[in-house]
Each structure stands twice: as structure tokens, then as C-alpha cells.
């Protein structure tokens, strides 16, 4: 099972952060790779995305919700994967880091999305990190 991580810093505290990326649905709002995200259950979710052109889908459930500091998943149905968001307080902000494990049906399909799938992550971690801090950075605009 090919294994990603990414790791990115942000400058905002970890709750400011796990409040964001504790939303899951939204997740569909700060990436195109992402098609939807609907929520099934109070822990369950689908989602539909598209990587090196192909269309990928799976439900995942979270196993583990512990705000501020960890957010983890596991799919149950569809492309099988796990990870986990884990948030730890630096000097100035929080640091994100995303271990994601997943496994396709074929060889072929596999080869040609791990090709495509390290940097499109990499790029979907950044536009959700980057999103995040907007979103932020908004907020406290707002009330200010």
C-alpha cells in the first residue's frame, strides 16, 4: 500500500485549524481534484475525485476525532485507504502533518496514479492549507 505524507506549517492556532479541517464536507470547496464530498452519517462520508484523469470514489469513516490534535480515517467501501491529519503547536502557528495509505484495484491504474498521485496530493494539501489560512486570515478580518 503506497504511503503519502506531506507536511505543511500554518500560521493560526491548532484549534483555529481543527475547526476547519474537522469539516470535512467543505474539503470539496478548496481543491478541483475534488468532485464531492457528501456526508452519509455523523462519521461517514463519500467521496468522488478525479486523479491523472480518472474518476475515484470511496466511503470513508473517522476513526478518530480528538480536537485540537488528531483527525484519522478509514475507507470502507470503494478505493481502500487510511490517514490521518495530526496538528502540533509551533512558535507562530500549528504544523499540519498528512499520512495517507491507499491501494487501487490494478497494477496499470496503480502505477499511473502513484505517478500523478505524490504531487497532486502534495498540491491538494497545499490548496486545502492554503484555503484553511484564507479562510482564516478572513475571519479575523471580520471581526476586526
Excluded at 468532485?35 to 466511503?59: M, Q
Excluded at 488528531?70 to 512558535?91: D, K, M, Q
Excluded at 484553511?132 to 478572513?138: I, N, P, R, T
Aim: glycine share 6%; with cysteine.
Amino acid at each position: 500500500m503506497p504511503v503519502i505524507e506531506h507536511e505543511a506549517e500554518i500560521a493560526a492556532s491548532q484549534e483555529e485549524v481543527f475547526a476547519l479541517i474537522g469539516r470535512v464536507e467543505t474539503f470539496a470547496d478548496y481543491s478541483d481534484a475534488i468532485d464531492t464530498i457528501v456526508r452519509l452519517g455523523e462519521r461517514r462520508y463519500r467521496w468522488r475525485l478525479r486523479v491523472a484523469g480518472l474518476p475515484l470514489s470511496f466511503e470513508v469513516e473517522i476513526t478518530e476525532f480528538t480536537p485540537p490534535e488528531r483527525f484519522a480515517w478509514r475507507s470502507v467501501g470503494g478505493v481502500p485507504n487510511h490517514g490521518c491529519y495530526r496538528l502540533t503547536p509551533i512558535e507562530g502557528g500549528t504544523r499540519i502533518h498528512l499520512t495517507l495509505a491507499y491501494s487501487l484495484p490494478s497494477r496499470a491504474i496503480e502505477k499511473s496514479v502513484n505517478l500523478a498521485a505524490k504531487p497532486l496530493l502534495r498540491k491538494l494539501s497545499r490548496d486545502i492549507i492554503g484555503r484553511v489560512e484564507a479562510q482564516l486570515q478572513s475571519n479575523r478580518n471580520g471581526r476586526e
